[in-house]
Every structure is written in C-alpha cells, then in structure tokens.
C-alpha cells in the first residue's frame, strides 16, 4: 500500500513536467522559424488580412528597402475567397488588386511562386514595407527554404515599385549617382 502511494506521488509530480514538454509538431515549428529566421525573414503571429478570422497565425515577412518601397497588394487562396473576387493564377484571387500592373519580371516570380506554395498559404501580401506570407507551417525547414530564394526575387523585382512615390523633404535634391539627399 506504502508503495502505491509513493508511486501516486511521483506521478503527481511528473505530470505537469510532461505537460511542458514541447509536442513534435511545436518542436517542428521552433527548428522552421529558427532557419528562416537565420535567412533574414521576419516571423510574427498576427492576426491575418482574412475576413471572420479569429486568432493568430504565422506570418513571414521579407521587407523591402527603405529607399525602395514595394507596391500594395493582397492575393487570397480560392479556398479563403469570395467568388467575387478577381481570379489571378493558380487558385488565387486578388483581394486588393496592385493600382497599376505589375513588371513582367515580377509577375513571373509571383506566379511561379502561387503554384509552388503549399496548400496551407492563404494569403500573399505586399505592402510598401514588407512582402508577406500567412500560412500555417505544414512543411518542414528543408522545404520551405526552397521557397525562399523566389521570395527574395519576387521582393527585388518589387522594390521601387510603390503605389506612392516617396515623399523628400522640401529643399532636399538628390544628387546624380547618388541615393542620399544633399540640403
């Protein structure tokens, strides 16, 4: 009896040891976001651009450079999008369609990469900041990282593409050959 109740307490006191212990699938998901993380994306759980969607989800952002912002767009997997919107490529309908047309250069990126993403990529968003994916992380490491090289084309062949054009200070001009701003 003495050794059923010594047993009862070290399981009592094992079983919130075990219930910190991180799952297979989380233990995936740190080696991914680490990776990537390593190749200079950014990853945040936000709240994606989806309509009734509640909660987080992963989002991996490539940003553009500050002196070369990229243009505003939000493409939207079929499986997540109302008939009503414009069908693009591949499964995918633009939500907020880019003001004026993409380079060829660019479009080519993008649609290879809308038929390369995995099922679970639900959004590809472009702000004037960042180039960003809202997925949920089915793959592994060694996968995805294939993926990334044509995020970095499709952002470089993005990148001074704004909807806006930057706006300088006035009295600034900028001198031939030169990316900064001379008073």
Do not use: C
């Not at 993380?37 to 991996?60: D, S």
């Not at 493409?75 to 309908?93: I, M, T």
């Not at 939500?95 to 993403?117: G, N, Y």
């Not at 006035?170 to 031939?176: N, T």
């Amino acid at each position: 009896m003495e050794w059923l109740i010594i047993v009862g307490i070290v399981l009592f006191v094992i079983a919130p040891v075990m219930w910190l212990k991180p799952s297979p699938q989380q233990k995936r998901h740190s080696l991914l976001r680490s990776q990537i993380t390593r190749q200079g994306v950014t990853i945040k759980m936000e709240k994606p651009p989806l309509h009734h969607f509640k909660g987080t989800m992963p989002a991996y952002r490539w940003h553009y450079p500050q002196d070369d912002p990229g243009p505003d767009f939000l493409l939207v997997r079929d499986s997540n999008a109302s008939e009503a919107l414009a069908p693009f490529h591949a499964g995918w309908r633009w939500r907020i369609a880019p003001l004026r047309p993409l380079p060829d250069s660019a479009t080519v990126h993008l649609k290879t990469l809308l038929e390369r993403l995995p099922q679970d990529a639900l959004v590809v968003q472009s702000t004037q900041y960042t180039l960003t994916l809202w997925w949920w992380e089915s793959q592994t490491a060694e996968r995805f990282t294939t993926y990334v090289p044509v995020f970095e084309h499709l952002r470089d062949a993005l990148r001074g593409y704004a909807d806006r054009p930057i706006t300088r200070p006035l009295g600034f001009k900028e001198q031939p050959g030169s990316r900064e701003a001379k008073p």
